[in-house]
Structures are given as C-alpha cells and as structure tokens.
Nanobody, 127 residues
Framework: QVQLVESGGGLVQPGGSLRLSCAAS????????IGWFRQAPGKEREGVSC????????YYSDSVKGRFTISRDNAKNTVYLQMDSLRPDDTAVYYCAAAISPTVQALCVKRFGVRYWGQGTQVNVSS
C-alpha cells in the first residue's frame, strides 16, 4: 500500500522551530521528486519547498526562503522540512508530496506531476 505519512506538527511560539517528517511506504522516494505544500484556512494550497531527485535542484517560496530547509534521507525513505524562525502566517496544514515533474518550479508552483499526497499535519504558530 502506497502511503506518505507526515508527523512533527504542533503548536509553537513565534520565532520557534519545528521539524516535519514525511515517511514513505510502498514505493521508493529516492527516484521521486519531493515537495512540501501548505494550506491555510480559506486559502489555496501553496508550494513551500520542493526538490528534484535527478540533480537535487531545490525551490523555496519567497515567504520561507532562508527560514525553511528541505532534505531527504533515502535510507529511511523519509523527507524532512526544518522550519525555523516561525511566524504566525506560517500557520497551516502542511502536506508532503511525491512527484515526477519536469522542473522543481513546475512541481512547487503548479503542483505538476504529483503522484502521491500525505494526509497533512497541522502547524500552529501563536503566542
């Protein structure tokens, strides 16, 4: 059974950090492009960070550049999103995705080529 399972969400104060994990089963992440997306109430799902497997090219949205870091551990078949200097406007449900996409921008901006989605994990940034 193919699954992506996110974990690591929760409540954090502004300026704090969280590390989200996304564990894959039923398929291998090391031959897929990966992405983290988020959706706040009343807003469209947006790409936060994506990485293509072929050359490691990585994309970050302007709103998270310099604060978030995407990584993968192929041995654990897991993807991570390290989130630092969190702000209240980072509050959202965060989803991971596995894809086959022509470019990292096509994946993160257009959600092109997504094959699998996780169920999401809630992140709340509040004092």
């Amino acid at each position: 059974q193919v699954q992506l399972v996110e974990s690591g969400g929760g409540l954090v104060q502004p300026g704090g950090s969280l590390r989200l994990s996304c564990a894959a089963s039923g398929f291998t992440l090391n031959n897929h492009d990966i992405g983290w997306f988020r959706q706040a109430p009343g807003k469209e799902r947006e790409g936060v960070s994506c990485q293509v497997y072929s050359d490691g090219n990585t994309y970050y949205s302007d709103s998270v550049k310099g604060r978030f870091t995407i990584s993968r551990d192929n041995a654990k078949n897991t993807v991570y999103l390290q989130m630092d200097s969190l702000r209240p406007d980072d509050t959202a449900v965060y989803y991971c995705a596995a894809a086959i996409s022509p470019t990292v921008q096509a994946l993160c901006v257009k959600r092109f080529g997504v094959r699998y989605w996780g169920q999401g994990t809630q992140v709340n940034v509040s004092s």
